[in-house]
């Protein structure tokens, strides 16, 4: 059974339990509206829902690239340059120690209520997993591959390039797989604190006014964005790096 036919079967799966508990319960719709309703809130709103999505989809897209560069860069620094691992660990370590949440105030002050503070979030959230993981995958090298090059003199240059770093793909395959599934967390938190634009914003709105169907709304865009994101880089990284282990291998 392919991707997309496990997709429908869980999506068809979720709307019937959603229903269900909808119907057993009596649980009254501005508490929690069913499928049916949200999905006549969409179609009719389906407009500026898209206006706050394509906010949200570049809030997301670029915090990922700027978040993958910067991460990759460090892991880079730390490798080629070991006197600066012992600086620049801690600085990875707080990146995920002090919560985002705590930061998106100070971020909303510095960067504004526009798009950068928002790109800003995301990319603290995408740093991590990018850079440990891609930092680990070129420690780990095969040591007998290392020997080789050694042993044929090559310069520490083609090495990292030969050898390290097509070495530590796979394993920055997985970091950045992370990364695209929380990416629109960044974006999301950052709208929340303060902007005037996006589904995060949107959702707000929509709860001041409690209409709890349009924020279930702007939820259920929010999820086939994160859902289309994780696969498209899914298969991007399958097919460019195509010496990683084969799925269902392990």
């Not at 929690?32 to 809130?41: D, E, F, I, T, Y």
């Not at 997993?129 to 780990?140: E, L």
Request: proline share 7%; glycine share 8%; charged share 10%.
């Amino acid at each position: 059974m392919n991707t997309a036919s496990r997709l429908l079967i869980l999506t068809a799966g979720l709307l019937g339990c959603w229903q269900l508990v909808v119907l057993t319960t009596g649980v009254p719709p501005y508490i929690l509206p069913g499928p049916l309703p949200v999905s006549r809130a969409m179609a009719t709103h389906y407009p500026i829902l898209l206006h706050h999505l394509h906010t949200t989809l570049i809030e997301i897209v670029v915090g990922l690239v700027l978040g993958t560069l910067l991460g990759t860069s460090c892991a880079l620094v730390m490798i080629v340059a070991p006197a600066l691992k012992r600086w620049l660990l801690p600085v990875l370590v707080i990146s995920q120690a002090v919560p985002v949440f705590a930061l998106a105030p100070l971020l909303v002050l510095w960067f504004g209520y526009g798009m950068a503070s928002k790109i800003a979030m995301a990319v603290l959230i995408i740093f991590f997993p990018v850079a440990a993981s891609f930092y680990q995958g070129m420690r780990r090298t095969n040591p007998d591959l290392l020997a080789l090059a050694s042993i044929m003199q090559a310069r520490p240059g083609n090495t990292l390039r030969w050898i390290v770093i097509p070495s530590a793909l796979p394993s920055f395959a997985s970091g950045l797989r992370v990364a695209a599934a929380v990416a629109p967390i960044g974006a999301v938190v950052g709208e929340w604190v303060g902007s005037s634009a996006g589904l995060g914003f949107y959702m707000l709105h929509a709860n001041a006014r409690m209409q709890v169907d349009l924020m279930f709304a702007a939820l259920s865009l929010l999820a086939v964005v994160s859902l289309a994101l994780y696969f498209t880089v899914d298969f991007l990284l399958d097919k460019g790096i195509y010496w990683q282990p084969a799925k269902g291998e392990f």
